[in-house]
């Protein structure tokens, strides 16, 4: 569908295309969470592993958040006259911090 706002001029084309709503707020927390993971791990370190409950708990929270915004960024892949940068983004951010917290959820019960 052709916009009355779409031009070719050059090298240049503008277009209508908006960034959603959900993958921008995908990335924001998937930015906060990856943080907040590099944090725990700083606070591991320094602690030489005897960490107390309440960091494991807040890495399965990670986790599940990091579900969230993947399930909010991939929910916006079948809407039209979109940008896919903040989708894309979000996808890969929360499935790095989803992964990173699994490994390393597997890695404490191991332990």
Not at 20 to 28: G, Q, R, T
Not at 29 to 47: H, K, M, P
Not at 49 to 66: D, E, P, R
Not at 102 to 109: A, K, S
């Amino acid at each position: 569908m052709e916009s009355e706002y779409q031009q070719d001029s050059g090298n240049y084309k503008f277009s209508n295309k908006n960034d959603p709503k959900s993958a921008i707020i995908s990335v924001i927390s998937g930015v906060l969470e990856f943080f907040i993971l590099v944090a725990l791990c700083i606070l591991s370190i320094y602690t030489k592993g005897n960490n107390a409950i309440w960091t494991g708990a807040v890495g399965m929270t990670l986790m599940v958040f990091s579900a969230f915004g993947m399930y909010y960024a991939a929910k916006c892949f079948p809407m039209e006259e979109i940008r896919l940068h903040y989708p894309i983004a979000g996808i890969l951010i929360n499935g790095i911090v989803f992964c990173s917290c699994f490994i390393l959820c597997f890695i404490g019960i191991q332990l």
